[in-house]
């Protein structure tokens, strides 16, 4: 009879503790762990400060002292008030010369927007060849120097050895033979003119070309069905639509236009006469002719208000536009 033989139960291996657990970091004390991000960025606020806010606050100071070239060496500047402004408003040049910068601002951004948002939509509607030419056309563009554009913009309308006269004159035009273009106020104003447009043109240009690719297809499409042409299309579907862009873009432009100031030093230097002297100009002449340094600042300060006052009155008319359309 076979004996049933119990089976062996097989060996326990020892039981192997967990590994133990690194010991948890303390969290740094609420304040200071509050503080940490504002101490990362103290550098760069620190940097703005210096850099931005306290030339202006020297600026607004200077602006109501009596601030020469002998209080630019002692250091002793007496305070006069508003006499600064007042000599400056009761100047009949400055008038003028206010007049002409709100003129050069309006043809500059006029042309600036009306010329960027064609290139914007042509760039649309290029296949993908095409378009990447005239992008990276435009990145070199606005990539270049004011100074190194500016020099080339001297010698394409230079009187004796520029491309524009040899042109001219190739076509028959004998008149501009050794023109001087520079000489003529209309005409350096509206080299200056052509100048910061080109200048201007593709960052705005690329700018709104982005925002077009934002714009859903679908609405194209029902407008088309609908039977709205190009231009109604763009009057009520795409304008609408990058409103707030075509806001900034305005408003970098307007900002841009008038603080011009390299391009007309470098190229006339406000000439000739005060054919092409604008506010941020006048403030320069002002201050290195006659060592006037209260009357430019106080001249820069009038730029910086009538610059803002610019602004703030366009962005209610646009706010208010805005509200009447919801």
Known sequence: MPVAVEPTSAPRTPRQRPAPRPAARRKPAGRAHGLWPYALIAP?????????????????????????????????????GLRN???????????????????FMAVNVV?????????????ERLRRVGRTVVLCSLVLAWAMPVVAATTVFQ??????????NWALTSVGLDSFERYPWFANGTAAFAILVTLIVWQ??????????SALTTVPLELYESARLDGAG???????????????????????????????????WVMTRGGPGDA???????AVQTALSSQRYDLGSAASMVTVVLMSGVLVLYFRQMFRQEDETR
């Open 155 to 164: 010698w394409l309308f230079h009187s004796e050895f520029g491309i524009v």
């Open 200 to 209: 201007s043109v593709p960052f705005a240009a690329i700018t709104l070309y």
């Open 44 to 80: 760069a606020i620190g940097g703005m400060l210096y850099l931005l806010v306290y030339p202006l606050v020297r600026a607004v100071l200077i602006s109501f002292q009596d601030f020469r070239l002998r209080q630019l060496i002692s250091g002793n500047a007496e305070f006069v």
């Open 111 to 123: 042309l600036i927007m009306v010329i960027a948002t064609l290139v914007a939509l042509m760039v």
């Open 276 to 282: 092409t002297t604008i506010l941020p100009v006048y």
């Open 230 to 264: 190009a231009g109604r299309i763009f009057r009520s579907v795409t304008f609408p639509m990058l409103r707030p862009i075509f806001l900034l873009v305005f408003s970098l432009e307007v900002i841009w236009t008038f603080k011009a100031f390299v391009q007309i």
């Open 85 to 103: 402004y007042r000599t400056l408003l009761a100047d009949p040049r400055f008038w003028e010369v206010v007049r002409r910068t709100f003129l």
